[in-house]
């Protein structure tokens, strides 16, 4: 099975100059794990995990001032929508990360995280 075959594509992309807060209220809204931050500014493509914001705040910081790009993890580990699911998770556990934004050419394509990769797995043995 494919990464492509797993991964949503509906992804949730926000600007460098987003606040936390509004990424936080976006991301609970359509109920995902991570946001995909572009900055026109910046090469690569960083990622806002939950965890970002959950550190950010706990330690004390304000979530209507602190920006996406100050905690975002700039030039994020990505896939290739061929890869196969096992090399996904692979680089995942080795990464110590639970997304992996795909990518296709230089386009977003989609995202996949460790709960996908479950869902994979469990929905194919139980076809079988």
Known sequence: MRVRDAMSTEILTVGPQHKLRQVA???????FGA??????DSPGIGI?????VLNAISSGLDPDIEEAS???????????PDWDLD?????????????LIVIEG??????ISV???VRARVQATAKV
Request: charged share 30%.
């Open 48 to 52: 806002l995990t939950e965890r970002d």
């Open 87 to 99: 090399q996904a998770a692979a680089t995942m556990i080795r990464g110590g990360f639970r997304h």
């Open 115 to 117: 709960r996908d990769i």
């Open 35 to 40: 946001a995909v931050v572009i900055d026109p």
């Open 106 to 111: 230089d386009e977003v394509i989609g995202m």
């Open 70 to 80: 100050d905690h975002r993890t700039p030039d994020a580990v990505t896939a290739g």
């Open 25 to 31: 209220r976006l991301m609970s809204a359509r109920r």
